[in-house]
């Protein structure tokens, strides 16, 4: 059970295209999801905390023009990376959770590389 | 919100329990640790988490001190496949995980 589904798991563009990541989860509701971004051989860093039918609340830092997310229902959530840059080249992962205190679960993440 | 502060690399032989510890010295009353980890180029897995009580699973068991202050992961029997980089995580007030640098564990044939 708890399974997250990430998709696509890779993804290459050119610079100035947006690109739209899904995030399922597949056997649960889950009421919050979670986006965060992993630079090569470092931590994850948390993006932005959404809500089913709320907007997202973002990280400081983060911008949130330029990564848009949608939570519309209580089983996907999509981030959109607008207007790719090379920088924002980066291993991009989501999680969902179904309520407080239950643990995160997490998808595998997509690559995204900006030429 | 807590911060974590755990070793940054272990080794372990094969077949013999690995320990990771962690520090979560500002933990506060009501906030849970949470331990995953996350083999190279996969999304983080969920391992276990407790309140104060010591917690064991198919995978693992975690001691929690009495001051609640610090933990243990202990994998009884160590194999390859559980290396791995491991993270110990205090949730946030909004339900929110911030990741430390994490343990990255090295099992040893």
């Known amino acids: 059970g708890a399974v997250v589904s990430q998709h696509p798991s890779w993804v290459i563009c050119k610079s100035g295209t947006s690109v739209k990541i899904e995030c399922r989860s597949l056997?649960?509701?889950?009421?919050?999801m979670f986006w965060y971004r992993q630079f090569p051989k470092q931590s994850l860093m948390l993006m932005a905390t959404?809500?089913?039918?709320?907007?997202?609340?973002?990280e400081q830092g983060v911008e949130k023009d330029k990564f848009l997310i949608n939570h519309a229902s209580l089983t996907l959530s999509t981030l959109t990376v607008t207007s790719a840059h090379p920088e924002d080249s980066s291993f991009y992962i989501c999680s969902a959770a179904n309520r407080v205190y239950q643990p995160q679960h997490f998808g595998d993440g997509t690559r995204l590389s900006i030429l | 919100d807590a911060k974590t502060t755990q070793p940054t690399s272990m080794d372990c032989a094969e077949g013999r329990a690995a320990n990771l510890p962690c520090n979560h010295s500002?933990?506060?009353?009501?906030?849970?640790v949470y331990w995953y980890r996350q083999i190279h180029s996969q999304g983080p897995q969920y391992i276990i988490h407790g309140l104060k009580n010591n917690e064991t699973n198919e995978m693992a068991s975690l001691i929690i001190t009495e001051d609640r202050k610090s933990s243990t992961l202990i994998l009884p029997h160590a194999t390859l496949r559980d290396t791995a980089v491991y993270y110990c995580i205090v949730r946030g007030t909004g339900n929110q995980f911030y990741f430390g640098t994490g343990t990255s564990l090295t099992v040893i044939p």
């Open positions: 500002t933990i506060s009353g009501n906030e849970y």
């Open positions: 959404s809500n089913e039918g709320s907007k997202a609340t973002y």
């Open positions: 056997d649960f509701q889950a009421t919050t």
